[in-house]
């Protein structure tokens, strides 16, 4: 199994970037498809992007041409790029971790980092 520890939240002015690390320990990240959510205030938690074992990605409409999800299967770790931030953008985001055959939720999740962008 992999536990995954995300890193990199902070707050941000409307318009800026930042960029989230996840590090899986692990002997078998490689084979997990990886992914991020997001929880903001008073609302459930919902995908963000997602990248599979082979490389696949998939991105969520809202954050589409400005956030990229990447991969390092030698350091155990996925990225997320995020550019052209917006308020809205401000949530809890969270790393899962899952075999290809499972869905999300029966995964490996972290604790979270915050994302705050200011207006």
């Known amino acids: 199994q992999v536990q995954p520890v995300e890193s990199g939240g902070g707050l941000v002015q409307a318009g800026g970037s930042l960029r989230l690390s996840c590090a899986a320990s692990?002997?078998?990240?490689?084979?997990?498809?990886m992914g991020w959510f997001r929880q903001a205030p008073g609302k459930g938690r919902g995908f963000v992007a997602a990248i599979t074992w082979s490389g696949g990605i998939t991105y969520a409409d809202s954050v589409k041409g400005r956030f990229t999800i990447s991969r390092d299967n030698v350091k155990n770790t996925v990225y997320l790029q995020m550019n052209s931030l917006k308020p809205e953008d401000t949530a809890v985001y969270y790393c899962a971790a899952t075999p290809p055959a499972n869905n999300w939720y029966s995964g490996f999740w972290g604790q979270g980092t915050q994302v705050t962008v200011s207006s």
């Open positions: 692990g002997r078998t990240f490689s084979s997990y498809n």
